[in-house]
C-alpha cells in the first residue's frame, strides 16, 4: 500500500533531501492562473521535495576564486539533472501502485502569468498575448505553480522576508520541485516554527539592492498570513548574472560592464557560457542565501551543522 511515509523515505532514497506532502485542498485561494488543481482536477495530494545547495558551491564565489560550482552542481545541476532523476523514481512507485503521478520540476517558463517580482499588478492574472483557455472554466496554459508556497503548504518551513523558501535542515539552501497525484496520502501539518527573523542581513548584503526593506507581499494561504519582501525581478536578474561590478571580477573592460547589465537571456549568454544550457548565477545570492545562510547557522537554528563557520575572512568587494 502506498503510504506518505513509504513516499517520503523513498523519495529520500533517490535522492530528495527533504520531503513533505499537502493535500490540494490547502490552495484553496489561489489565484486561477496559480492554482495547481486545475492541473489534476482530481489529485488528492501533491509530494513536495527540496533539493540542498551544498554549502561548498558558494565557496569558490565567497573567496572570489571558483565561480562554476553554484551554477552547475547548485543551480541547474539540480535543476536539470538530480531533481528529473528523482522525480521519475518516485513517480514510478507510485503509477505501480495505479495512482496517476504528475511530476513538476524547478524549471518551468510556460506560465501563463507574471509572479509578484515581475509584475504586482499583473500577477496570477492571465497573459492574453501568452496563450488562451480551452474552455472558459478553465485558466490559460501553463497554470504556474509558486513551488516556495507549495512547500509551505507541504510543512516544509517558510518563505523568508528574502522570498526565499526557508528550512530548518538547510535555511536558504534548497531547490523545490513537486509531484501531483491521486494517491490519498496523509498530509503533513503546517511548519510552526519561525526561521526568519527580519535581521534584513539579505537586504544589505544583495550586491544589486534587490530586496526592499519597506515594500512587502502579503498573501493568505491555508489559513496562515504569509509576507516576503517585494523583489525587484528586473534587479534580481541582471544581478545574479554578474551585473555589479563589484561582485564580478569577470569584468574587466567598458564592454563587460555594458553586456554583462543587459536582461537576463542576453546577459547569461555573454563572455561565460551557462551550465547545462542555461545556468550561470555569478553573483553567488550573496544576500538571499549567503548572508542569510550565515546569520541562520550563527544562530545555531539549522539542523545541517558544520564544524566550521562558512565567512572565514572578510567578504572581498572589487
Ligand atoms: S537574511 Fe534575515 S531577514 Fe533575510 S530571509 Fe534570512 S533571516 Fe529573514
Given at each position: 500500500?502506498?503510504?506518505?511515509?513509504?513516499?517520503?523515505?523513498?523519495?529520500?532514497?533517490?535522492?530528495?533531501?527533504?520531503?513533505?506532502?499537502?493535500?490540494?485542498?490547502?490552495?484553496?485561494?489561489?489565484?486561477?492562473?496559480?492554482?495547481?488543481?486545475?492541473?489534476?482536477?482530481?489529485?488528492?495530494?501533491?509530494?513536495?521535495?527540496?533539493?540542498?545547495?551544498?554549502?561548498?558551491?558558494?565557496?569558490?564565489?565567497?573567496?572570489?576564486?571558483?565561480?562554476?560550482?553554484?551554477?552547475?552542481?547548485?543551480?541547474?545541476?539540480?535543476?536539470?539533472?538530480?531533481?528529473?532523476?528523482?522525480?521519475?523514481?518516485?513517480?514510478?512507485?507510485?503509477?505501480?501502485?495505479?495512482?496517476?503521478?504528475?511530476?513538476?520540476?524547478?524549471?518551468?517558463?510556460?506560465?501563463?502569468?507574471?509572479?509578484?517580482?515581475?509584475?504586482?499588478?499583473?500577477?496570477?492574472?492571465?497573459?492574453?498575448?501568452?496563450?488562451?483557455?480551452?474552455?472558459?472554466?478553465?485558466?490559460?496554459?501553463?497554470?504556474?505553480?509558486?513551488?516556495?508556497?507549495?512547500?509551505?503548504?507541504?510543512?516544509?518551513?517558510?518563505?523568508?522576508?528574502?522570498?526565499?523558501?526557508l528550512s530548518p535542515e538547510f535555511g536558504p539552501r534548497q531547490r523545490l520541485a513537486a509531484i501531483i497525484t491521486d494517491a490519498p496520502l496523509t498530509p503533513d501539518s503546517l511548519f510552526k516554527g519561525k526561521l526568519c527573523d527580519k535581521c534584513m542581513l539579505c537586504v544589505k548584503a544583495c550586491t544589486v539592492q534587490a530586496i526592499p526593506k519597506d515594500r512587502t507581499v502579503k498573501i493568505t494561504v491555508a489559513g496562515r498570513k504569509l509576507e516576503w519582501a517585494d523583489i525587484d525581478m528586473r534587479k534580481c536578474s541582471v544581478g545574479f548574472c554578474g551585473g555589479s561590478k563589484h561582485a564580478n571580477p569577470f569584468m574587466v573592460t567598458s564592454e563587460d560592464e555594458k553586456r554583462f547589465k543587459q536582461e537576463v537571456g542576453n546577459a547569461q549568454r555573454y563572455k561565460l557560457h551557462p551550465m547545462y544550457v542555461y545556468a550561470r548565477a555569478l553573483e553567488g545570492a550573496a544576500g538571499c542565501i549567503r548572508a542569510c545562510m550565515i546569520h541562520l547557522e550563527q544562530k545555531g537554528v539549522l539542523k545541517n551543522k558544520f564544524k566550521h563557520p562558512f565567512r572565514k575572512r572578510k567578504p572581498w568587494r572589487l
Amino acid at each position: 500500500m502506498l503510504t506518505s511515509e513509504k513516499i517520503k523515505k523513498y523519495a529520500k532514497s533517490c535522492g530528495a533531501d527533504i520531503v513533505g506532502i499537502t493535500s490540494m485542498g490547502r490552495f484553496e485561494g489561489a489565484p486561477k492562473q496559480m492554482d495547481p488543481r486545475y492541473i489534476f482536477p482530481e489529485a488528492k495530494s501533491m509530494i513536495v521535495m527540496g533539493f540542498r545547495h551544498f554549502r561548498g558551491v558558494f565557496r569558490g564565489i565567497e573567496e572570489g576564486t571558483f565561480f562554476t560550482a553554484y551554477s552547475a552542481m547548485g543551480y541547474a545541476g539540480i535543476n536539470y539533472i538530480q531533481q528529473p532523476l528523482v522525480l521519475w523514481n518516485v513517480s514510478r512507485i507510485i503509477e505501480d501502485e495505479g495512482y496517476e503521478a504528475v511530476p513538476i520540476p524547478n524549471n518551468f517558463p510556460w506560465g501563463n502569468t507574471a509572479t509578484s517580482g515581475q509584475n504586482p499588478e499583473k500577477t496570477g492574472k492571465m497573459n492574453p498575448d501568452l496563450s488562451r483557455p480551452v474552455s472558459p472554466d478553465r485558466p490559460a496554459p501553463n497554470v504556474f505553480l509558486q513551488l516556495r508556497i507549495a512547500a509551505f503548504c507541504a510543512g516544509l518551513g517558510e518563505i523568508g522576508y528574502s522570498k526565499m523558501f526557508l528550512s530548518p535542515e538547510f535555511g536558504p539552501r534548497q531547490r523545490l520541485a513537486a509531484i501531483i497525484t491521486d494517491a490519498p496520502l496523509t498530509p503533513d501539518s503546517l511548519f510552526k516554527g519561525k526561521l526568519c527573523d527580519k535581521c534584513m542581513l539579505c537586504v544589505k548584503a544583495c550586491t544589486v539592492q534587490a530586496i526592499p526593506k519597506d515594500r512587502t507581499v502579503k498573501i493568505t494561504v491555508a489559513g496562515r498570513k504569509l509576507e516576503w519582501a517585494d523583489i525587484d525581478m528586473r534587479k534580481c536578474s541582471v544581478g545574479f548574472c554578474g551585473g555589479s561590478k563589484h561582485a564580478n571580477p569577470f569584468m574587466v573592460t567598458s564592454e563587460d560592464e555594458k553586456r554583462f547589465k543587459q536582461e537576463v537571456g542576453n546577459a547569461q549568454r555573454y563572455k561565460l557560457h551557462p551550465m547545462y544550457v542555461y545556468a550561470r548565477a555569478l553573483e553567488g545570492a550573496a544576500g538571499c542565501i549567503r548572508a542569510c545562510m550565515i546569520h541562520l547557522e550563527q544562530k545555531g537554528v539549522l539542523k545541517n551543522k558544520f564544524k566550521h563557520p562558512f565567512r572565514k575572512r572578510k567578504p572581498w568587494r572589487l
